[in-house]
């Protein structure tokens, strides 16, 4: 898989134009991006079917936590987009992520993500909800349930993505949010790694997000990233 390949830019943006601003600046630098649910609301599902006619490939960030039924329903609404990756919540059990699988199959290039522990919580958030377990524990325990469903990956912080590699063997996805530019803060993320850190230890793609879409150069950031794999 080329480097470039493996980087996902997060168009985190409450409006289409500054979104397509950052895409047009990009160009053949990224050809991967995520729209997460406050984009999808304001710019409306048009946005990504505009990304894959342009030869992008999008990960649509939903994050779907429902009644089997409509997350199956939303997974189709995926796969009609022309989306390559479509998360659902590994927390909403096996029942939940099974229908999301079984929706995909007919959509050859669309892959189910479980997301295990979003990368903002911590230990002390997980207790709060009733989880008696570290982050690690919760994220590798999620991501067996995952697999058994049969999803082609998960989502999960840099920081397990080495655990994940062993737990769910070479075949499965791997993708980290929460990268950072060695040198910089994250400012949402409680569990952060730098790319060459989560591609070292198994993530198959990072996804970056403020760091290059509010660079001055976002075209220099990306590269910088890609620099950072040492691949």
Not at 18 to 33: I, K, N, S
């Amino acid at each position: 898989m080329k480097s470039s390949n493996r980087i996902i830019v997060a168009l985190d943006f409450d409006g289409r134009r500054a979104a397509e601003q950052v895409v047009d600046r990009l160009g053949d630098e990224c050809r991967f991006y995520k729209v997460g649910l406050e984009l999808l609301t304001a710019a409306g599902p048009d946005l990504v079917e505009s990304l894959v006619a342009r030869g992008n490939e999008v990960f649509l960030d939903l994050k779907l936590f429902e009644i089997p039924n409509s997350v199956a329903g939303a997974v189709r609404a995926a796969g009609a987009l022309g989306a390559s990756m479509v998360t659902v919540h590994a927390m909403g059990g096996t029942d939940i992520m099974a229908a999301a699988v079984a929706a995909a199959r007919d959509f050859p290039r669309l892959r189910v993500l479980a997301l295990t522990v979003v990368t903002s919580m911590t230990g002390s958030d997980l207790t709060d909800i009733g989880v008696n377990a570290s982050t690690e524990e919760q994220v590798l325990r999620l991501a067996r349930l995952a697999s058994n469903a049969g999803c082609h990956g998960v989502i999960a912080s840099p920081q397990e993505a080495a655990q994940l590699r062993d737990v769910l063997g070479a075949g499965s996805l791997i993708v980290t949010p929460g990268v950072t530019l060695p040198g910089t803060s994250p400012t949402e993320h409680a569990r952060p790694g730098t790319p060459r850190a989560a591609i070292t230890a198994g993530a198959s793609h990072i996804v970056v997000g403020r760091s290059v879409t509010r660079a001055e150069d976002p075209v220099a950031a990306v590269r910088l990233v890609r620099a950072d794999f040492g691949l």
